[in-house]
């Protein structure tokens, strides 16, 4: 009988150590479990955590096992009953983990009892989120594609009381002594380490929409206060945690979305980002998913202040300069309405200037409450209207990628079908809908070709094209730029040499991005591959006209010339006329009739069909 008994119980521990087992295997491969460890399937079939802080595993094997991370954890939860201490400090640490298992695991865990955590609820008030898009700044190379952010929205909070809200920011954490440069390739590689923070929202709105004068989106989301709830529980956990930042991937924006998808046990949002996440594509997933409100726009700084001046005539812009300078009100034969719109300008225009300019505060602090001071003698309403909302938000607009099919003729060699890639994200000729008129930013762009006499050929390997085309106007002294690095294409004979090249300009931009614009730019670049059997240096001069005819129909005609030092030839030309016809949101039709002179001349048509994704 006590062998009998002996033998039930043996079945029994091991019956309920492999159900044990089975529910922590199943477990530790839960969506939500590995959502909560940040992992991803690696190529050769396991899984490994984008947390690159040891400090964020309890477990050693945690950032490559969610397993062992699991059970670490469950015995951390469980504690020791000689040290309740630590095993309260382990529960208040990880409050998303224990939050989750608690309602996974039969046992007899007590509620949360966290102080600082339930302090730093309390404080925040939560109630809803917003997604925050700053549109790009092109002056900055971590800015290029924008950037997101989250608000957390408060409990008691109005439209008047949003700037006082906390924001949740992922960013970069670089090292000071980088310049551009230097911030650009670290970022490319993932060299920087990228946190979470938390801080008044009123500080993002300053840096962005003042300070770098960028329109900025807001879009309301789709959630309940529990689920706001367990997104912040987790970023209570993501204290201890870092990543590497890359500018491309895991960036602001897809480290946001991971931060997001804790709000469901079925919410994925991470998983269709494996090359880039470009933040306009992160808006779409969101709003693919159903997550999205209609946007709130706020118009930039900048924005604001130039329609501004474009309800004002060019005596009145003057007399508003010569007020913000120092002068006396010209009253001349305006109206209270007119004068009112000039002393508001005044005001608005030095304030600009004091945050772009960081001017002296002693100096303009007496100068813009003299202009309050003279505003406030007329019991009026402002005669301004505010800023046009934008047709299209940034969502949207065009898919990020795109491919390219295309044929191509030449007058003296033979004619090639060729197949295009581009990783990111917009050209001059694309359709401008959702995003910034006269900007391009075109990365990792590559097309190879099959000629009709058998032969193939990498035609061009563009690893950065962006341009920045601000023109001047009334109130900004715009200055616009380029750089270009890669490969190309040149004529040489009867046939096309190949060459590497980076070549960058500066200059001016005039007329409206958004229907007829020219720019001349001054350029110098550097030339190296078998077009030349040198480093060879060229300076000369790049001019272009883009007219958008409408929202389908855009024409650019473009030239560039290069003095080059020190080579065979005096200098190398192109001319180039091109034609974007966008048929929808994604898929458009562009022709190109480019003459390029190096060693010899060469003349193409060409005709392509695009698809963006």
Same mark, same amino acid.
């Given at each position: 009988?006590?062998?009998?008994?002996?033998?039930?119980?043996?079945?029994?521990?091991?019956?309920?150590? &492999?159900?044990?087992?089975?529910?922590?295997?199943?477990?530790?491969?839960?969506?939500?479990?590995?959502?909560?460890?940040?992992?991803?399937?690696?190529?050769?079939?396991?899984?490994?955590?984008?947390?690159?802080?040891?400090?964020?595993?309890?477990?050693?094997?945690?950032?490559?096992?969610?397993?062992?991370?699991?059970?670490?954890?469950?015995?951390?939860?469980?504690?020791?009953?000689?040290?309740?201490?630590?095993?309260?400090?382990?529960?208040?640490?990880?409050?998303?983990?224990?939050?989750?298992?608690?309602?996974?695991?039969? &046992?007899?865990?007590?509620?949360?009892?966290?102080?600082?955590?339930?302090?730093?609820?309390?404080?925040?008030?939560?109630?809803?989120?917003? !997604?925050?898009?700053?549109?790009?700044? /092109?002056?900055?190379?971590?800015? /290029?594609?924008?950037?997101?952010?989250?608000?957390?929205?408060?409990?008691?909070?109005?439209?008047?009381?949003?700037?006082?809200?906390?924001?949740?920011?992922?960013?970069?954490?670089?090292?000071?002594?980088?310049?551009?440069?230097?911030?650009?390739?670290?970022?490319?590689?993932?060299?920087?380490?990228?946190?979470?923070?938390?801080?008044?929202?009123?500080?993002?709105? %300053?840096? +962005?929409?003042?300070?770098?004068?960028?329109?900025?989106?807001? +879009?309301?989301?789709?959630?309940? *206060?529990?689920?706001?709830?367990?997104?912040?529980?987790?970023?209570?956990?993501?204290?201890?945690?870092?990543?590497?930042?890359?500018?491309?991937?895991?960036?602001?924006?897809?480290?946001?979305?991971?931060?997001?998808?804790?709000?469901?046990?079925?919410?994925?949002?991470?998983?269709?980002?494996?090359?880039?996440?470009?933040?306009?594509?992160?808006?779409?997933?969101?709003?693919?998913?159903?997550?999205?409100?209609?946007?709130?726009?706020?118009?930039?700084?900048?924005?604001?202040?130039?329609?501004?001046?474009?309800?004002?005539?060019?005596?009145?812009?003057?007399?508003?300069?010569?007020?913000?300078?120092?002068?006396?009100?010209?009253?001349?034969?305006?109206?209270?309405?007119?004068?009112?719109?000039?002393? *508001?300008?005044?005001? *608005?225009?030095?304030?600009?200037?004091?945050?772009?300019?960081?001017?002296?505060? *002693?100096?303009?602090?007496?100068?813009?409450?003299?202009?309050?001071?003279?505003?406030?003698?007329?019991?009026?309403?402002?005669?301004?209207?505010?800023?046009?909302?934008?047709?299209?938000?940034?969502?949207?607009?065009?898919?990020?990628?795109?491919?390219?099919?295309?044929?191509?003729?030449?007058?003296?060699?033979?004619?090639?079908?060729?197949?295009?890639? %581009?990783?990111?994200?917009?050209?001059?000729?694309?359709?401008?809908?959702?995003?910034?008129?006269?900007?391009?930013?075109?990365?990792?762009?590559?097309?190879?070709?099959?000629?009709?006499?058998?032969?193939?050929? !990498?035609?061009?390997?563009? !690893?950065?094209?962006? /341009?920045?085309?601000?023109?001047?106007?009334?109130?900004?002294?715009?200055?616009?730029?380029?750089?270009? /690095?890669?490969?190309?294409?040149?004529? &040489?004979?009867?046939?096309?040499?190949?060459?590497?090249?980076t070549k960058g300009g500066y200059g001016k931009s005039i007329g409206n991005p958004n229907t007829l614009h020219g720019y001349l730019l001054a350029q110098v670049e550097f030339n190296n591959g078998d077009i030349t059997d040198k480093l060879t240096t060229g300076f000369g001069t790049e001019a272009g006209v883009i007219w958008q005819i409408n929202n389908s129909h855009k024409l650019a005609l473009t030239t560039n010339i290069m003095w080059l030092v020190d080579a065979d030839v005096d200098n190398h030309a192109d001319l180039t006329l091109k034609w974007n016809y966008a048929l929808s949101r994604n898929l458009s039709i562009r022709t190109e009739l480019k003459n390029q002179r190096w060693y010899t001349s060469s003349t193409s048509a060409k005709l392509a069909i695009q698809y963006y994704f």
């Amino acid at each position: 009988m006590k062998k009998i008994l002996f033998v039930l119980l043996i079945v029994l521990i091991s019956t309920y150590s &492999n159900a044990k087992s089975i529910e922590i295997n199943t477990l530790a491969t839960d969506p939500y479990w590995l959502k909560l460890g940040h992992y991803r399937p690696t190529t050769l079939g396991g899984w490994k955590s984008e947390v690159d802080s040891v400090k964020f595993f309890l477990s050693p094997k945690g950032k490559v096992s969610p397993r062992d991370e699991l059970n670490t954890t469950i015995n951390a939860f469980n504690g020791d009953n000689s040290l309740p201490q630590q095993t309260q400090q382990t529960r208040c640490q990880f409050p998303a983990r224990y939050t989750w298992l608690k309602t996974k695991i039969k &046992n007899n865990w007590p509620e949360l009892n966290c102080p600082d955590l339930q302090t730093w609820q309390k404080i925040i008030n939560p109630k809803g989120v917003t !997604l925050v898009f700053p549109t790009a700044f /092109m002056n900055s190379p971590s800015s /290029m594609f924008g950037h997101t952010l989250l608000r957390i929205d408060a409990k008691d909070q109005t439209r008047h009381k949003e700037l006082l809200a906390f924001a949740v920011n992922f960013a970069a954490e670089p090292d000071g002594s980088d310049n551009a440069a230097m911030y650009a390739l670290k970022g490319l590689i993932g060299s920087y380490p990228g946190k979470f923070s938390l801080m008044p929202y009123y500080k993002k709105v %300053r840096e +962005y929409n003042d300070l770098e004068s960028r329109d900025i989106w807001e +879009y309301k989301l789709n959630l309940s *206060e529990e689920q706001v709830k367990l997104i912040l529980l987790h970023l209570w956990e993501l204290q201890l945690a870092t990543f590497d930042y890359f500018f491309i991937d895991e960036n602001c924006s897809y480290q946001l979305l991971a931060l997001l998808q804790l709000a469901k046990n079925d919410l994925n949002l991470t998983s269709s980002f494996d090359l880039q996440a470009i933040p306009s594509d992160t808006v779409a997933v969101l709003r693919n998913n159903n997550l999205l409100q209609t946007p709130n726009y706020r118009p930039a700084f900048g924005t604001k202040l130039y329609h501004y001046s474009t309800q004002m005539t060019d005596e009145q812009l003057n007399d508003a300069r010569a007020l913000m300078q120092g002068g006396s009100l010209n009253t001349r034969n305006y109206s209270e309405s007119q004068l009112v719109a000039i002393l *508001e300008m005044a005001y *608005e225009w030095l304030n600009f200037e004091f945050y772009d300019k960081n001017l002296n505060r *002693e100096e303009i602090a007496p100068r813009l409450a003299k202009l309050l001071l003279m505003r406030s003698k007329y019991k009026i309403a402002s005669p301004f209207t505010k800023p046009n909302r934008p047709a299209a938000s940034p969502e949207q607009g065009h898919g990020s990628s795109k491919i390219t099919l295309a044929r191509t003729h030449y007058n003296q060699q033979s004619d090639l079908t060729s197949f295009a890639y %581009r990783l990111a994200y917009h050209d001059l000729l694309d359709t401008s809908a959702g995003f910034i008129p006269g900007a391009q930013i075109s990365f990792f762009d590559i097309e190879g070709a099959i000629k009709d006499n058998g032969n193939t050929q !990498l035609e061009h390997f563009y !690893l950065l094209d962006a /341009m920045s085309l601000a023109p001047d106007n009334r109130i900004f002294d715009s200055w616009s730029w380029n750089l270009k /690095m890669g490969f190309d294409r040149q004529p &040489n004979n009867d046939f096309q040499q190949g060459r590497w090249f980076t070549k960058g300009g500066y200059g001016k931009s005039i007329g409206n991005p958004n229907t007829l614009h020219g720019y001349l730019l001054a350029q110098v670049e550097f030339n190296n591959g078998d077009i030349t059997d040198k480093l060879t240096t060229g300076f000369g001069t790049e001019a272009g006209v883009i007219w958008q005819i409408n929202n389908s129909h855009k024409l650019a005609l473009t030239t560039n010339i290069m003095w080059l030092v020190d080579a065979d030839v005096d200098n190398h030309a192109d001319l180039t006329l091109k034609w974007n016809y966008a048929l929808s949101r994604n898929l458009s039709i562009r022709t190109e009739l480019k003459n390029q002179r190096w060693y010899t001349s060469s003349t193409s048509a060409k005709l392509a069909i695009q698809y963006y994704f």
